[in-house]
């Protein structure tokens, strides 16, 4: 049930089924040693499985991948070659000429409040996240791979999710990281951690990061969901919308964003089919102006987001998203339940 459908579809019995499974199968692993076989099936049973709660409110699965993957470290004590992800430091934030959007340091929540959130307007937000830890850690490769390096992710291949060539695989993150980052070559073929609960996967990678306040302006009681982008320069994410509200926070690197309002949503096709009923059918890059001739009518705002930068993309705002360097980001989508009550 798990392979044949779609994993949200699944019955809730069915899946803390798989994650008890698991869990008994990983005490066996134990006796013969091998953690990191046990590792890779705690993962399997976070990313397909339900939560198993213990009396003291953890989730037995990732609790335990966390204490074996902290003893795995600790035994290997591996020199790893360290190579830090680029960081462009540029002068001033960018934004093309006669783009509405605008670039403000650290508003305050009223500010914020009422002059882009109540009006659907796009903005740029500088200083926001200075204080997260991981605009430090995350620049460091090494990081990743002696800390997380054996755990279990998946991995979108290809070059969009529009494309026939796109695929999904699990692998482990240090693979992931040595093929993109370190062993790179011009022939290798771009993968992508895209869209990917990892801070919920990983917990310790939490502490890292800081929700910001802004994601709780409706209510505090506002559930996030927090999602990271982890990919080589080249990434692409298709024109598409959200929706709900999006702070797409620029930890490493640098992203170029191509932002069209909600208004010009007739003009940029997109897809019938519910799947990718949020998608444009348009590749931004090389518009075909003979199928999709509406789309040239429309005034693209487009932004450098660089380190340390956030950008609220109101509902229903077009984005096409391009990192032009190695780069992490972290998405936080809220809904907005008091306008809806």
Same mark, same amino acid.
Not at 85 to 102: A, F, N, Q
Not at 212 to 233: A, L, N
Not at 295 to 300: A, D, H, N, R, V
């Given at each position: 049930?798990?392979?044949?459908?779609?994993? /949200?579809?699944?019955?809730?019995?069915?899946?803390?089924?798989?994650?008890?499974?698991?869990?008994?199968?990983?005490?066996?692993?134990?006796?013969?040693?091998?953690?990191?076989?046990?590792?890779?099936?705690?993962?399997?049973?976070?990313?397909? &499985?339900?939560?198993?709660?213990?009396?003291?409110?953890?989730?037995?699965?990732?609790? @335990?991948?966390?204490?074996?993957?902290?003893?795995?470290?600790?035994?290997?004590?591996?020199?790893?070659?360290?190579?830090?992800?680029?960081?462009?430091?540029?002068?001033?934030?960018?934004?093309?000429?006669?783009?509405?959007?605008?670039?403000?340091?650290?508003? $305050?929540?009223?500010? *914020?409040?009422?002059? *882009?959130?109540?009006?659907? /307007?796009?903005?740029?937000?500088?200083?926001?996240i200075d204080h997260w830890p991981a605009k430090e850690k995350w620049t460091d490769l090494g990081y990743f791979i002696r800390h997380f390096g054996h755990r279990t992710v998946p991995i979108e291949i290809g070059s969009k999710y529009t494309e026939s060539n796109w695929g999904q695989k699990l692998v482990p993150l240090k693979d992931f990281i040595e093929r993109q980052f370190?062993?790179? %070559?011009?022939?290798?073929?771009?993968?992508?951690?895209?869209?990917?609960?990892?801070?919920?996967?990983?917990?310790?990678?939490?502490?890292?990061?800081?929700?910001?306040?802004?994601?709780?302006?409706?209510?505090?009681?506002?559930?996030?969901?927090?999602?990271?982008? !982890?990919?080589?320069?080249?990434?692409? $994410?298709?024109? %598409? !919308?959200?929706?709900?509200?999006?702070?797409?926070?620029?930890?490493?690197?640098?992203?170029?964003?191509?932002?069209?309002?909600?208004?010009? @949503?007739?003009?940029?096709?997109?897809?019938?089919?519910?799947?990718? @009923?949020?998608?444009?059918?348009?590749?931004?890059? $090389?518009?075909?102006?003979?199928?999709?001739?509406?789309?040239?009518?429309?005034? *693209?705002?487009?932004? !450098?987001?660089?380190?340390?930068?956030?950008?609220?993309?109101?509902? &229903?705002?077009?984005?096409?998203?391009?990192?032009?360097?190695?780069?992490?980001?972290? @998405? *936080?989508?809220?809904?907005?339940?008091?306008?809806?009550?």
């Amino acid at each position: 049930m798990l392979h044949i459908g779609h994993w /949200k579809d699944v019955d809730i019995k069915q899946r803390i089924v798989y994650s008890l499974a698991t869990f008994l199968e990983v005490c066996l692993l134990l006796q013969k040693g091998n953690l990191i076989e046990c590792l890779k099936e705690l993962d399997a049973g976070i990313l397909l &499985g339900a939560p198993l709660m213990s009396e003291d409110g953890q989730d037995i699965l990732r609790k @335990s991948a966390s204490l074996i993957s902290e003893e795995i470290s600790r035994r290997e004590e591996v020199g790893v070659i360290l190579m830090s992800l680029e960081i462009e430091m540029t002068r001033k934030h960018e934004v093309s000429v006669g783009s509405e959007v605008d670039v403000l340091d650290l508003p $305050s929540m009223q500010e *914020f409040r009422e002059r *882009f959130y109540a009006t659907g /307007k796009t903005a740029i937000l500088q200083n926001c996240i200075d204080h997260w830890p991981a605009k430090e850690k995350w620049t460091d490769l090494g990081y990743f791979i002696r800390h997380f390096g054996h755990r279990t992710v998946p991995i979108e291949i290809g070059s969009k999710y529009t494309e026939s060539n796109w695929g999904q695989k699990l692998v482990p993150l240090k693979d992931f990281i040595e093929r993109q980052f370190i062993g790179k %070559h011009e022939d290798t073929v771009i993968e992508y951690l895209a869209q990917h609960d990892l801070l919920d996967q990983i917990p310790e990678l939490k502490e890292d990061i800081r929700i910001p306040d802004y994601c709780h302006i409706g209510s505090p009681e506002t559930e996030v969901e927090v999602k990271m982008w !982890f990919g080589p320069c080249g990434t692409v $994410s298709p024109l %598409h !919308f959200d929706k709900k509200h999006n702070l797409l926070a620029q930890v490493v690197g640098r992203k170029r964003i191509l932002l069209a309002h909600p208004q010009d @949503s007739d003009a940029v096709y997109p897809y019938s089919g519910e799947m990718l @009923s949020n998608t444009s059918q348009v590749d931004l890059e $090389s518009i075909d102006e003979a199928r999709f001739p509406r789309t040239k009518q429309i005034s *693209f705002c487009e932004v !450098f987001l660089k380190s340390g930068e956030v950008l609220y993309i109101p509902p &229903g705002w077009w984005h096409h998203v391009r990192a032009i360097s190695n780069s992490i980001s972290i @998405s *936080f989508w809220w809904e907005d339940k008091s306008a809806k009550d």
